[in-house]
């Protein structure tokens, strides 16, 4: 069984970059055809797809994101990771990383086959 979890610090002030990190057992990141996605949920707004990286390393963003997000991987440690540059308070939300078969997804979609539990992220000074 795959399992996901997310790791990275709680608390951002703002303008930094928040820096997270995936850690996936029970299967490979290069394992074709998966995408591993980033969702984040604020505080009582709905789920949003950020962005993925796919089996072969290609990346995808959101175009509302794209600006100041960027997607990599270490295929040696089977993890990936999400940094989001310059964040502001709107960043504030619950951060997860997923499994699934397309790099794109909607709303509880994202959550269509394996996912971390996730992790609050607070960006406050």
């Known amino acids: 069984q795959v399992q996901l979890q997310e790791s990275g610090p709680g608390l951002v002030k703002p303008s930094q970059t928040l820096s997270l990190t995936c850690t996936v057992s029970g299967g490979s990141i290069t394992t074709s055809y998966y995408y591993w996605r980033w969702i984040r949920q604020p505080p009582g707004k709905g789920l949003e797809w950020m962005g993925a990286?796919?089996?072969?390393?290609?990346?995808y963003y959101s175009p509302s994101l794209k600006s100041h997000t960027s997607i990599s991987r270490d295929t040696s440690k089977n993890q990936f990771s999400l940094q989001l540059s310059s964040v502001t308070p709107e960043d504030t939300a619950v951060y997860y990383c997923a499994r699934g078969g397309d790099y794109y997804c909607s709303g509880y979609v994202c959550f269509d086959d394996y996912w971390g539990q996730g992790t609050q992220v607070t960006v406050s000074s």
């Open positions: 990286i796919a089996y072969d390393g290609s990346t």
